[in-house]
Nanobody, 124 residues
């Protein structure tokens, strides 16, 4: 069974940084775009960032542009989300996901494998 396991979440003060990791097992990610999504309490899930299979193309939601960076290491079968200048509104459960093939998208419907999520809490 395919597994995506997120790690690196936690609690930080506004302005701080966190780096999320997403390790895949029983699945090789090098042919798939990868994405990060988040869901805050009472809000719908939103796409945060996506990266193409080779890492040459990325996409970000406007709210995180210039602060978050998505990357991947296919040799380690892992994707990352570096989050800098965190704001309280970034508080959410963050999920990584593997897309259906090489589509670069922030729409959850384009992803078919999901992790369990990791909590990120940013205090003011």
């Amino acid at each position: 069974q395919v597994q995506l396991v997120e790690s690196g979440g936690g609690s930080v003060q506004a302005g701080g940084s966190l780096r999320l990791s997403c390790a895949a097992s029983r699945f090789t990610i090098n042919s798939n775009s990868m994405g990060w999504f988040r869901q805050a309490p009472g809000k719908e899930r939103e796409g945060v960032a996506a990266i193409s299979p080779g890492g040459g193309s990325t996409a970000y939601t406007d709210a995180v542009k210039g602060r978050f960076t998505i990357s991947r290491d296919n040799a380690k079968n892992t994707a990352y989300l570096q989050m800098n200048s965190l704001k309280p509104e970034d508080t959410a459960v963050y999920y990584c996901a593997a897309a259906r093939g090489d589509i670069l998208s922030l729409r959850g419907s384009n992803y078919n494998y999901w992790g369990q999520g990791t909590q990120v809490t940013v205090s003011s």
